[in-house]
């Protein structure tokens, strides 16, 4: 019996060595990571080392030349810039003057007038095409009113009737809101409207030659006179308005015109008169501008 234990013991013995062995073995690689750890941050501390240390005389030579340089070139360009900086600093008021005269003066105040040639007398070439240009202007005024070469030779070649000495024929013309009140005697183709003679009263050949187209048409310019009232209405009115009255006269006279005045429209009462105005509207048809917004 007391032999067991002792044996217990040996075994116990044996074993430990070997446990012991193994735990050795498992460190070794853990110890070497370590190492190589431990061995990079002394290769940092050396790297910092060599770059706190001074540097060598050369290098410090060298530095202090390149700031010499810089320092003369740097003058240099400040006294070449100089110059460009106080020029704007000079020329700012001088802009600022500018800039208020320009916002106190109306737009287009700094441009040129536009200069205008005397007044010289005019060629005799120039002077012959005014007056050239004149008549064509009164030519083709007169165009509008004219009649044709057909009914002037009708007209030429129709006698007018014979009236009595006491004889009147009172007739009444409109257009628009003009009315003329027509009288014809006998005379030598004197004509007046209001007391005034036709010249005085219608100074534009248009108007004049309206007025006398029935008389021109018909024979009867120069034999007879021609008394007329008018009122109302405007001056192309009035015209159109004494045409008709004395269309209507002339027909009092000589029945046989009445064909004649018809087909030229003498004795048509001209009814077209100015569109009345309407409620929302600026004329009788332009309406106001319409605003989305």
């Given amino acids: 019996m ?74 240099e360009a400040e006294a070449d810039e100089q110059p460009e900086a106080e020029a704007p600093a000079e020329s700012k008021p001088e ?38 240009e004149a008549e064509e202007r009164a030519r083709l005024e007169a165009a509008a009113t004219a009649d044709t070469p057909e009914d002037a030779a009708a007209a030429t070649s129709r006698t007018p009737a014979e009236l009595a000495g006491d004889a009147r024929y009172l007739a009444t013309g409109k257009r628009k809101s003009s009315i003329a009140r027509v009288t014809i005697v006998p005379g030598d183709g004197k004509f007046e409207i209001n007391r005034r003679s036709l010249q005085e009263y219608f100074p534009r050949p248009l108007h004049q030659s309206t007025a006398l187209q029935p008389l021109s048409v018909t024979g009867y310019e120069g ?22 009255g004395i269309a209507r006269a002339l027909t009092e006279i000589d029945p046989e015109l009445r064909g004649e005045l018809k087909r030229r429209g003498f004795l048509t009462r001209d009814a077209r008169v100015k569109e009345r105005r309407k409620a929302g509207l600026k004329k009788a048809r332009k309406r106001p501008q319409f605003s989305k917004r």
């Fill in 223 to 244: 034999t007879v006179d021609v008394r007329v009232n008018v009122q109302g209405g405007g001056i192309g009115g009035q015209a159109g308005a004494v045409r008709h």
């Fill in 95 to 132: 802009a600022e003057e500018k800039g208020k005269g320009k916002s106190d003066l109306p737009p287009g105040a700094e441009l040129d007038p536009i200069a205008l040639e005397p007044d010289r007398p005019l060629s005799a070439e120039e002077k012959a095409r005014a007056e050239a």
């Fill in 2 to 75: 007391a032999e067991e234990p002792e044996q217990q013991d040996s075994g116990e013995e044996q074993d430990a060595p070997e446990g012991e062995s193994a735990p050795e073995e498992a460190s070794a690689p853990e110890e070497q990571e370590a190492s190589e750890e431990a061995s990079v941050p002394e290769e940092q501390e050396a790297a910092a080392e060599q770059d706190a240390a001074p540097p060598p005389e050369e290098a410090l030579a060298e530095d202090a030349a390149t700031e010499a340089d810089e320092s003369e070139e740097q003058p």
